[in-house]
């Protein structure tokens, strides 16, 4: 027996390749997904050296930040959008990269379809020009973002040169309340380890509470796990993960399949391995949670109110609070539940999959969206749009006067034509809540999917228990 080990130890290991001097490690990628915005570059830089993709196999592309959520078939009209789009269609061709097209129903966000299409598969090394490749993480794949120079290194030799990082656990104990998502324990997690809680580290996720999500559900927070600083997340994989998985068009097929889940099932924290750092939460003392700031980290439960900067010990914290109430145009003690939107965006990687459109549909389902508020629905993909249509989502939506729209990134951060305007106030199921990350001068508050769907029928962020 050797000296136990964490998930994320078992992982690194199986995949170095090398070691350089110091600290740098060469490891193998299994997994490389590429879009259009951090992509060009790179291929650009193979052409100029005259390399090839090495394992084009490995690879997968699609076009997700840019592309119009209405009238797709009509093409991009926005020129800067649709030269980043028609440039990766044609490196992809050029290098033998597969690729989905945009008109191609099994198109979408790339962290959406790289789980749905069974690219993303227990014990991989996955990366991807982007930083919320974490989500992958939910399958207990290390994965993370990558520079535009690091994707033209792993397209050329199908290896990384990287760093050892921390161990990290977040232990969230016992069951989760009704109204309380995924979302809610990683705005609770960022809200309280901040957004540099786990700098250095890659957090594994542990306990009852996140056992018991769906697949849905640990993607929704290990996508998340970016915003905490940290550099991946990580959750082992069980008997939910390997249901998913299995069946999915590039997942091991019958008699492979097998023998990969007896492998996937030694993917696991060894018993008193070590952790640099550990955090835990208890799941019963979560409800609903909503920021009222420009940071993830300005998170709070819904019945709480907006704080002032002098509640804050820390000077530099001050400083920003200060800011950020500014920006927000909100004022010290009001009530959150006061807070008035007049936008909805339900969608993004974090919220875009077909269990949060079923929790919003039973939210919604024969209530209208407050004639002041302009609400958007986003699938993730094409396929979550077609499973929704199959349920009569889409009418439900409709009928309660949201605009159902084509997948995307969309609002979450506003490449596309899909943007707030200035002073616009937002209640978005989306990652980010920077200043003007939805569009210029635009205002996010981050919540679950049910909780857009709460603020979308009263017109102001709301407690989502008080539909149910
Ligand atoms: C455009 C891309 C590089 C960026 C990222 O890396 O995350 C985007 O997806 C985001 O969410 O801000
Ligand atoms: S949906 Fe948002 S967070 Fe996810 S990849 Fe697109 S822009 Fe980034």
């Known amino acids: 027996m050797g000296t136990p080990r964490t998930l994320y130890d078992k992982i690194w290991d199986s995949h170095v390749v090398d070691q350089l001097e110091d600290e740098a490690y060469i490891l193998y990628i299994d997994r490389h997904l590429v879009h259009e915005v951090t992509s060009p570059q790179a291929f650009e830089g193979l052409r100029n050296s005259g390399r090839k993709v090495r394992r084009p196999d490995a690879t997968f592309a699609v076009a997700d930040h840019n592309v119009p959520t209405k009238d797709i078939e009509k093409g991009i009209t926005d020129p800067e959008s649709k030269l980043q789009v028609d440039t990766l269609e044609a490196n992809t061709a050029e290098f033998g990269v597969p690729y989905f097209s945009m008109t191609d129903d099994r198109r979408g966000i790339v962290h959406i379809i790289g789980p749905e299409q069974g690219l993303t598969l227990p014990g991989m090394t996955i990366v991807c020009g982007d930083s919320h490749t974490s989500t992958h993480g939910a399958f207990g794949a290390l994965a993370h973002g990558i520079g535009t120079s690091e994707v033209e290194h792993v397209l050329a030799t199908q290896t990384l040169v990287q760093e050892k990082a921390k161990n990290m656990r977040v232990t969230v104990h016992g069951d989760l309340p009704l109204g309380v998502t995924a979302k809610d324990i990683a705005l609770a997690i960022i809200g309280k380890i901040g957004t540099a809680g786990g700098t250095g580290h890659v957090i594994e996720y542990a306990g009852d509470a996140i056992r018991a999500l769906s697949m849905e559900g640990r993607m929704t927070l290990c996508n998340m796990t970016i915003e905490a600083g940290a550099r991946a997340g990580l959750i082992a994989p069980d008997e939910t993960t390997f249901e998913y998985v299995k069946g999915r068009p590039y997942a091991p097929k019958a008699g492979m399949y097998e023998q990969a ?57 001050r400083g920003a609070a200060e800011r950020a109430l500014g920006y927000m145009g909100l004022t010290a003690g009001m009530k959150l539940t006061d807070i008035e939107v007049d936008h909805v965006f339900i969608g993004s990687c974090t919220n875009g999959r077909i269990e949060d459109l079923r929790e919003v549909a039973k939210i919604v389902e024969g209530k209208k969206v407050k004639e002041t508020v302009n609400a958007i629905i986003v699938p993730g993909s094409g396929l979550v749009k077609i499973q929704a249509e199959a349920e009569g989502l889409d009418k439900i939506f409709e009928a309660a006067g949201f605009e159902w729209r084509q997948p995307g990134c969309s609002m979450c951060l506003a490449m596309n034509a899909d943007k707030l305007d200035e002073g616009d106030r937002c209640a978005s199921t989306s990652n980010r809540n920077f200043e003007g990350r939805q569009g210029r001068g635009g205002r996010t508050h981050l919540v679950s999917p049910g909780m857009a769907a709460a603020a979308a029928v009263t017109g102001r962020l709301t407690d989502v228990r008080e539909l149910m």
């Not at 939460?281 to 709480?304: F, K, M, Q, R």
Request: proline residues 9%.
């Open 261 to 317: 889940v007896a492998y996937w099932k030694s993917l696991s924290t060894d018993e008193g391995a070590h952790f640099d750092k550990e955090v835990e939460l208890d799941a019963s003392d979560l409800i609903p949670y909503v920021t009222w700031g420009t940071s993830p980290e300005d998170a709070l439960p819904i019945t709480g109110s907006v704080p002032a900067p002098g509640d804050f010990a820390d000077e530099g914290k």
